[in-house]
């Protein structure tokens, strides 16, 4: 599929009633990216919410990647899912080795970018085997800003070129402003992202990295031949509600053909 942009500024449709489907593209996969407070997981959540009204099969697994669950039940149920789909991940195991091959800061930051990629791929294994759209609130474009954002070395594209894309991909790209978005994150209950742990110096050094590498990525993915990709561009504005947002994404999925109408019986 060739790369094709839905700009949300100018899709605005009302609340979806009607029934539809997804296109004949099997499998499928809406990821969203976007810096820590964009809002990725509660406007994947309302999006699910409009696609479920309008009966169209789809599967959202926000628990895989929600920092808010006890540790032990998230952990719990990411290696559940990994030992499931190791088997279909491990035969695509140049995207892991290409991951454990970016230096980190520590064996343990090595050892979570591992984990995180890996989750990543299990929960895209799930897609092969179900019908319908999967809505990721984390996929790979966020597990490569990661990876990279903890890295000495910049190789967000290296990585994405080595993640196993043998799927229908379309990524929601969240654009905000750094100062809205720490604005956002200040107010938030609890230390949740590594730009919300870091202090001082530290912390102005980790949010321009942080910026430059979400630009470098939405601009590599914008380039890739693979994906269509929806940018959301009015999240300081007033309109920058979770609904409202979801309501915009969910007509550009149909701009770019993958929710249809179902075929008449």
């Known amino acids: ?74 952990h719990l149920l990411r290696l559940s899912l990994i030992l499931r789909q190791m088997p279909t991940t491990l035969r695509r195991s140049k995207s892991l080795l290409s991951v454990v091959r970016v230096p980190q800061k520590s064996f343990k930051d090595r050892l979570k970018a591992l984990y995180n990629s890996w989750t990543v791929m299990s929960v895209v294994s799930l897609a092969r085997s179900m019908p319908g759209l999967l809505i990721l609130d984390q996929g790979f474009s966020q597990a490569a800003w990661s990876v990279a954002l903890n890295s000495p070395r910049d190789d967000v594209s290296g990585l994405l070129e080595n993640f196993p894309v043998d799927f229908h991909w379309h990524v929601v790209i969240f654009d905000a402003p750094a100062e809205v978005l720490r604005a956002r994150l200040s107010q938030r209950r609890g230390s949740i992202s590594r730009l919300e742990r870091a202090d001082g110096p530290e912390l102005e050094a980790l949010w321009t990295k942080a910026v430059a590498l979400h630009k470098e990525t939405a601009e590599f993915l914008r380039q890739m031949e693979s994906p269509g990709y929806i940018t959301v561009q009015n999240l300081n504005s007033d309109d920058a509600l979770p609904a409202s947002l979801a309501s915009e994404i969910f007509v550009a999925l149909k701009t770019l053909g993958v929710l249809v109408s179902p075929p008449a019986e």
Do not use: I, W
Not at 40 to 48: D, S
């Open 1 to 74: 599929m060739q790369s094709r942009n839905a700009d949300t500024r100018e899709k605005k449709e009302g609340k979806a009633t009607t029934a539809l489907a997804v296109a004949p593209m099997h499998p499928c996969v809406v990821e969203f990216f976007g810096l820590p407070g964009s809002g990725k997981t509660t406007v994947a959540g309302e999006l699910f919410r409009l696609l479920k009204e309008s009966h169209v099969e789809a599967e959202f697994r926000p628990e895989m990647f929600d920092d808010t669950l006890p540790a032990y039940r998230r």
